[in-house]
């Protein structure tokens, strides 16, 4: 399907500061918890009720690997406040070149909190579920209409309908955090979105003013029981550190957690763009924090490399751009494909993943994954 849409939802323009909220939390009470903070972060003022609201998970790695996809507490305390005010909601899911949405729903524990629910589950990529449809921005694009010349599509299922973003908080090699803003990259753009790696950090900006155009609302829950260290999304340290955080603004989630991370917000381009577009607030001092005091919180986290991000340092940001349009729009991505998959997947997983899984598992939250599926149990 081939549509232009020329009437995106009208943005609304902020009154007041952002307010983002952090709470401390545990495995026994973290599925209230979640409702607790989503209520302290306002969701239903956020969030118009009258319209259908879409529960946009993070699945990075369909593998289980913590700290890098949404957590099964995570899913279900969103679930239950949405419940318990009264919305209807779908839960959408997208794949990626080197990850399977079907898997990755199964490994990581959501089938149980679905059907315990009775959650209706859409994928983005499939034709019976959503249509791509060309989109025209009302906003200025910073690139997404270069690398995109034939026009800018997105799933038609997305417009109109409010949105609630599900990242966990840890690194990544390309754009050092990665939390709310970035989680639009698989939900609105197809499997060829690697042609955006080179421009993330104007990809990202330019993805976050389609979302203010076509989602009348648009929320964040963010997780941070088990964060990410190291070269992420998938190769890190998981390290526990019991918070989680939710906002309407997703600039300032990202801001917020980049900073516990260790980092300077306005010093990560993604969040520096952002701020200055007006598409969000990324000063910390010009927020509403609730809940925890943000000025006990540096984790000193650090990036650091791993193959993969070697790779895209050559290929995306260094010498070897110039190779793009043959290494990447062409039939020879299936060996950077086929690379990853055998990396990641085939080595990495089993050797230094498994090790640091199973060092999890001794933890609250280990035990908790472990058992969480005795509860839907007969």
């Given amino acids: 399907m081939n549509q232009n849409i020329s009437e995106p939802v009208e943005e609304k323009k902020q009154t007041k500061k952002s307010k983002v909220a952090i709470i401390k939390t545990t495995p026994e009470t973290a599925v209230e918890d979640y409702i607790r903070l989503m209520e302290m972060a306002d969701f239903t003022d956020a969030l118009p009720k009258d319209k259908h609201t879409i529960i946009k ?45 079907y898997a990755g729903q199964k490994l990581n524990k959501y089938t149980g909190i679905y059907d315990k629910y009775n959650v209706e589950v859409k994928f983005n990529f499939n034709p019976d579920d959503m249509k791509w449809i060309r989109y025209e921005p009302k906003g200025k694009m910073l690139v997404l209409n270069k690398i995109y010349p034939k026009g800018i599509f997105i799933p038609d299922y997305f417009i109109g309908k409010n949105i609630i973003h599900q990242p966990t908080i840890k690194c990544h090699i390309y754009t050092t955090t990665t939390g709310s803003m970035k989680n639009a990259f698989g939900g609105l753009l197809g499997t060829n979105r690697h042609y955006c790696h080179t421009d993330i950090h104007e990809t990202v900006n330019d993805l976050l003013t389609i979302q203010k155009e076509i989602h009348p609302g648009i929320f964040t829950v963010m997780d941070g029981t088990t964060a990410g260290n190291g070269p992420g999304p998938r190769t890190m340290i998981p390290i526990i550190k019991d918070v989680i955080l939710a906002s309407s603004d997703p600039v300032a989630i990202d801001a917020v957690a980049a900073k516990m991370m260790g980092y300077d917000p306005m010093e990560l381009k993604y969040i520096r763009l952002a701020h200055e577009s007006g598409l969000g607030c990324g000063v910390i001092d010009e927020m509403e ?87 839907f149990e007969d």
């Fill in 57 to 101: 998970n993070n699945i990075s790695w369909h593998l289980f690997f913590p700290g890098a996809n949404t957590t099964p507490w995570q899913m279900e305390g969103t679930i239950k406040a949405l419940d318990k005010h009264g919305y209807k909601y779908t839960c959408v899911q997208n794949k990626t070149v080197v990850t399977d949405a």
């Fill in 289 to 375: 924090i609730v809940g925890e005091d943000i000025n006990d919180f540096n984790w000193k986290f650090h990036v650091g490399d791993n193959i993969a991000s070697i790779a895209g340092d050559l290929f995306w940001f260094g010498p070897l751009k110039f190779l793009q349009n043959l290494m990447f729009h062409t039939p020879i991505v299936y060996i950077f494909v086929w690379a990853s998959a055998i990396y990641h997947d085939k080595w990495w997983y089993p050797t230094t993943g498994k090790k640091r899984i199973n060092e999890w598992y001794k933890t609250r939250w280990g035990k908790k994954f472990l058992d969480w599926d005795k509860q």
